[in-house]
């Protein structure tokens, strides 16, 4: 499988993104997906996770009520909608890929994507 993330850009504090995740293989339908996210001189921290069907979501703390992400299994993409950003949101994007949310929530992934810039201006 591989991942390639799209959609990242400049925005100012309260504006919104949607970014774009596509996948390729086979598993990406029977699989948990994924972002985490990480700033400069921080470490990569979990962001949010939808489960294979779409039906189960799961998010940190500090964007829940501000980011959706979803899923399409017949395009092999997922989503990950921003809105009210602040400048703590941002960070580089990283889209991923796991048996389980759970397991994605923790880091026990399979794939990680390249990556997409994300920045809040205040």
């Known amino acids: 499988v591989q991942l390639v993330e799209s959609g990242g850009g400049s925005v100012q504090t309260g504006g919104s993104l949607r970014l774009s995740c596509a996948a390729s293989?086979?598993?990406?339908?029977?699989?948990?997906m994924g972002w985490f996210r990480q700033a400069p001189g921080k470490e990569r921290e979990f962001v949010a996770t939808?489960?294979?069907?779409?039906?189960?979501?799961d998010y940190a703390d500090s964007v829940k009520g501000r980011f959706i992400i979803s899923r399409d299994n017949a395009k092999n993409m997922v989503y990950l909608q921003m809105k009210s950003l602040k400048p703590e949101d941002s960070a580089d994007y990283y889209c991923?890929?796991?048996?389980?949310?759970?397991?994605?929530?923790?880091?026990?992934?399979?794939?990680w994507g390249q990556g997409t810039q994300v920045t809040v201006s205040s």
């Open positions: 991923t890929l796991g048996s389980t949310p759970r397991a994605v929530r923790f880091g026990n992934v399979d794939k």
């Open positions: 939808i489960d294979w069907s779409g039906g189960r979501t």
């Open positions: 293989g086979r598993s990406f339908s029977a699989s948990a």
